[in-house]
């Protein structure tokens, strides 16, 4: 594991931080229908939280000698509300993957507080993941 690597990752990261960002901000503006006023906001404050991501993975890629991505991986098309929460749980559990492996690097890389701030990002995900997943589980 180099520095050089852990750059890399990091720029795949932020790549799926802005799907995710542009995914929220996609969904949220076109849910429709009488749960329109339940997902728009819960989508419009993914989005914000995901925001905070991309923002620190940035940070810390400039901080460690790289230069960000400003490409973000692909959006999946969603028309309906059971196709967007099925899109955003398996972009939720790519991420926790990612993470995961990351945390791993920076440890290897002895950068333990990027190690600490990808496991708290992780909680985030998790929590993230957990909720889409029981709100699908509900539509079904």
Do not use: W
Not at 37 to 54: C, N, S
Not at 65 to 82: H, N, Q, S, Y
């Amino acid at each position: 594991m180099t520095r050089d690597e852990l750059i890399k990752g990091l720029n795949e990261d932020l790549a799926h931080e802005y799907q995710a960002v542009i995914a929220y901000t996609t969904y949220a503006a076109r849910v429709k229908g009488p749960l329109r006023a339940v997902f728009q906001p819960l989508f419009a404050k993914e989005a914000a939280e995901e925001l905070e991501h991309a923002k620190f993975l940035a940070s810390k890629i400039v901080a460690l000698g790289g230069m960000p991505t400003t490409a973000a991986a692909p959006v999946p098309e969603a028309t309906d509300l059971a196709a967007m929460l099925e899109a955003l749980i398996r972009a939720e559990e790519e991420t926790l993957t990612r993470y995961a492996e990351r945390m791993r690097q920076a440890e290897a890389l002895g950068d333990l507080g990027l190690a600490a701030r990808l496991h708290a990002m992780i909680e985030d995900e998790t929590a993230h993941k957990e909720e889409l997943s029981l709100i699908l589980e509900g539509l079904r």
